[in-house]
């Protein structure tokens, strides 16, 4: 019954390859995040979905593209990965749009990306 | 960039002690949230304090919250080795200071 559940926990591929990550809560929450974390532990939002829509969109390039097929899934595929995109992602969800309302993130426990 | 700042980056104390962190924003806020993380793990909530609140308790945290100076602390009472984490503040749902890597000494 885990609340925010993310698939694979760990992903080693090679440069050039195309991979997804996956996102589900099922906590009811009508928003949804992911986040990177570098290996200097620096986390910064990558993308948010209030009900499917797109909300935030950081400058992050177009090879990530995150995808909401519904509001308890929010899932990340990354194009023609690259090195630096070697991190942990983290997903997490929260009961409203983010801004202005007072209520916490609940995340997944991260998923580590090699890329080699 | 309007990543904030947190300081000690690392703090190492010994079980039983105080541990105190510290975080400064540039922004504006609604409100101000601590989280922690494990080694290998997601972030879990502890505290969120509102802009228009000054101090808030839970347990052994207590968070202070100064608009005027954009900083908030995290105040962890008697803590234990389990405390051992890394802490950080997030504001406004979307901007995580760099982090405070705590090691509580048994």
């Known amino acids: 019954d885990t609340a925010v559940s993310q698939t694979p926990k760990y992903l080693v591929t090679q440069m050039g390859n195309d991979k997804s990550i996956k996102c589900e809560q099922n906590l009811g929450h009508d928003t949804m995040y992911w986040y990177k974390q570098d290996s200097k532990k620096f986390l910064k939002i990558m993308f948010s979905?209030?009900?499917?829509?797109?909300?935030i969109n950081e400058t992050v390039p177009n090879r990530f593209s995150p995808k909401s097929p519904d509001k308890a899934h929010l899932n990340l595929h990354i194009n023609s990965l690259e090195l630096g995109d070697s991190a942990v992602y983290f997903c997490?969800?929260?009961?409203?749009?983010?801004?202005?309302?007072?209520?916490?993130?609940?995340f997944g426990n991260g998923t580590r990306l090699t890329v080699t | 960039s309007q990543q904030g700042e947190e300081d000690p980056q690392a703090l190492s104390i010994q079980e039983g002690e105080n541990a105190t962190m510290n975080c400064s924003y540039k922004?504006?806020?609604?409100?101000l949230q601590w989280y922690r993380q494990n080694s290998g793990r997601g972030l879990v909530h502890l505290i969120l304090i509102r802009s228009n609140e000054r101090e808030k308790h839970s347990g052994r945290l207590r968070v202070t919250l100064d608009t005027s100076k954009k900083s908030s602390s995290l105040l962890i009472t008697a803590s234990r080795a389990a405390d051992t984490a890394s802490y950080f503040c997030?504001?406004?749902?979307?901007?995580f200071g760099p982090g405070t890597s705590l090691s509580v000494i048994p």
């Open positions: 979905y209030n009900n499917k829509e797109l909300i």
């Open positions: 922004t504006s806020i609604n409100n």
């Open positions: 997030l504001y406004d749902k979307v901007i």
């Open positions: 997490a969800s929260s009961p409203r749009t983010a801004g202005g309302n007072n209520s916490p993130l609940h």
